[in-house]
């Protein structure tokens, strides 16, 4: 059986998309919708310096949960690049779900990657021109995600995470996105 046989593409798809941001969140409280769409992205870095290798990945954010949530899928290699021959540290296929808090007037964010177990909760605000999103790993580690140098097509996404030391931070991803055109 194929999905449409499983009532996905009638059921659970258009049950969890939406077509918009909910009526009761403010457009000045949106930090999330204009990432909808599809974007492609180049790895700079992903727990090591991978720039020399030319990684891609992609990403893919829509609204949901009656327009009250931004999910994204964040998948490296690019889907057409998966093979089974994975390299270990350097695979990723995970998801965020971004969900608009009134009561404390900031997202709340949880990242899912099965992959390799990861799961990360933060919470998002707008600082100046860019998104930053502080919050901790599984394990109680502090990290804090950024988006910055947005534009309308483009953005720039680092992931830090505090070192053991307890004071200097680690770049544990880095990465470029363009809007696909499709």
Not at 17 to 41: K, Q, T
Not at 98 to 124: C, F, H, K, M
């Amino acid at each position: 059986m194929n999905a449409l046989d499983h009532g996905l593409a009638s059921g659970f798809q258009a049950a969890l998309a939406a077509p918009c941001r909910a009526a009761d969140i403010d457009a000045a409280d949106d930090l999330y919708g204009w990432l909808v769409g599809s974007w492609d992205m180049d790895v700079l870095h992903y727990r090591v310096d991978v720039r020399e290798r030319r990684l891609t990945g992609e990403i893919h954010f829509g609204w949901a949960l009656e327009g009250r949530a931004v999910q994204d899928v964040w998948i490296m290699p690019r889907r057409a690049d998966r093979s089974a021959q994975r390299e270990p540290g350097l695979d990723m296929y995970g998801t965020t779900l971004r969900v608009w808090d009134p009561s404390i007037g900031a997202w709340r964010v949880t990242y899912i990657n099965p992959v390799n177990g990861q799961r990360d909760e933060l919470i998002g605000r707008k600082v100046g021109r860019d998104i930053v999103q502080i919050g901790t790993r599984t394990n109680g580690t502090p990290i804090r995600w950024n988006f910055t140098e947005i534009t309308d097509d483009s953005f720039r996404w680092t992931g830090v995470a505090l070192a053991d030391d307890g004071i200097s931070w680690n770049l544990q991803g880095e990465f470029v996105a363009r809007r696909r055109r499709e």
